[in-house]
């Protein structure tokens, strides 16, 4: 079946400029979240959303990002005014139920983006 | 808050050697230990995992145990092959914490198999 998609593959935007990320879960999967892989700080947790409950933004690194679920699906990452710093792959993963220990978090391949 | 150590790349072996890569973490409670793979051009997948002390994760060859006494969760594989090159993450969950089991990664280990 489909995994996990999302788009574009590959963003490069100016520094100043708003850029927007998709992602598009395992269908019924209903735990989502975004992780950052960048050269400086790793793989590291952005946001959570499970089903229709507030999202846990405690990863979030500063308030130039925010995301958004609709309809419990597909999510949409925003980053504002975006910084050379921003630049990194952006990862989508999903899950089948949040808060069961053994369901794996499946990832999409990632958003490269590059501020220039 | 929950961190996890793995050690540095990268480690080049030739076919057939033995791999080891240490990973430890430090997290409160209870957590579920994984291992993720990263192949040349490809998502982030899941290797093996364990999620309760004493577990041995495997798959492909490689096995891993959750050590909670050592707090370690060392990968190993007997006899790599040029295709086991890639980038092993090392990951924790929060387990039966209320944040939904989000991973924290180690900084990931790159393995290079020579023919």
């Known amino acids: 079946g489909a995994g996990v998609s999302q788009s574009p593959s590959n963003k490069v935007t100016e520094k100043g400029k708003d850029v927007e990320l998709r992602c598009d879960p395992i269908?019924?999967?209903?735990?989502l979240y975004w992780y950052r892989q960048s050269l400086g700080q790793g793989l590291e947790f952005l946001i959570y959303?499970?089903?229709?409950?507030?999202?846990?933004k405690s990863g979030l690194p500063s308030d130039r990002f925010s995301a958004e679920r609709t309809g419990g699906s597909v999510s949409t990452l925003t980053i504002q005014r975006t910084q050379q710093e921003d630049s990194a792959v952006y990862l989508c993963?999903?899950?089948?139920?949040?808060?069961?220990?053994?369901?794996?978090?499946?990832f999409g391949p990632g958003t490269r983006l590059t501020v220039t | 808050g929950d961190s996890v150590t793995q050690m540095e790349g990268p480690v080049t072996l030739s076919e057939e050697a033995f791999l080891t890569i240490n990973c430890t973490y430090t997290?409160?409670?209870?957590?579920?230990l994984f291992w993720y793979v990263q192949y040349p051009g490809e998502g982030l997948q899941l290797l093996l995992k364990a999620t309760k002390a004493d577990d041995k994760g495997s798959n492909k060859g490689f096995e891993a145990t959750y050590r909670k006494e050592t707090t370690s969760f060392h990968l190993e594989k007997g006899s790599v092959q040029v295709s086991d090159s890639a980038v092993y993450f090392c990951a924790l969950s929060d387990g039966w914490k209320a944040a939904g089991n989000k991973l924290t990664f180690g900084g990931g280990t790159r393995v290079l198999v020579k023919p």
């Open positions: 269908s019924g999967h209903t735990a």
């Open positions: 959303f499970q089903g229709n409950s507030a999202p846990d």
């Open positions: 993963a999903s899950r089948p139920l949040a808060g069961v220990i053994d369901h794996e978090q499946y």
């Open positions: 997290a409160t409670g209870y957590p579920s």
